[in-house]
């Protein structure tokens, strides 16, 4: 699956145009989240919450252990860069682009044409419940 370059696509339900020949991987979770190796070293609190999150996440379903090594060397790098004490762009923009190589972002993803969809709540739609405030606002029903 080869990563587009341009501005990010958009969800396929926001898609007027709906011609196209790709399909789109859609990943529906598990119950539970996907059991991820231990860190194994003393990580900076934002590179763990960032392994735990990656764990729950819908692409982890697909995460071989060459993966989850990578994750592992993303968090300690990022651990290095977050406890070094200054800013090292370059450092941060390295790390970054193994996060995206690991699918962690909405961006990352709909490059590679992924969708992760949750459980609705069967709630009303927020893009409706937005419309009808609006409309309020405005004084237009």
């Known amino acids: 699956m080869a ?7 958009k969800r396929s339900d926001q898609r ?9 991987t859609t990943i529906t979770p598990g119950d ?4 991820a190796p231990p860190l194994g070293f003393p990580a900076h609190a934002l590179a763990a919450d960032w392994y735990a999150a ?7 379903l697909y995460f071989e252990p060459s993966d989850w090594a990578a ?22 923009a390295a790390v970054w ?3 995206a190589d690991l699918l962690t972002t909405e ?23 937005a419309l009808d405030d609006y409309r309020r606002a405005l004084g237009a029903g």
Do not use: C, F, K, W
């Not at 990563?3 to 696509?9: D, E, F, K, L, N």
């Not at 539970?32 to 059991?35: F, R, T």
């Not at 992924?114 to 009303?124: F, K, V």
């Open 71 to 92: 994750a592992r060397i993303l968090a300690y790098d990022l651990t290095r860069h977050l406890n070094s004490g200054r800013v090292s762009a370059q450092m941060l």
């Open 16 to 24: 007027r145009r709906r011609n196209q020949d790709e399909p789109i």
């Open 97 to 99: 682009s193994g996060m």
């Open 107 to 129: 961006a990352a993803r709909r490059r590679v044409r992924m969708e992760i969809e949750r459980a609705a709540d069967d709630g009303p739609d927020a893009g409706v419940v």
């Open 54 to 60: 990656l764990a729950e996440s819908g692409q982890a």
């Open 3 to 9: 990563a587009t370059r341009g501005p990010i696509p």
């Open 32 to 35: 539970g989240p996907v059991d």
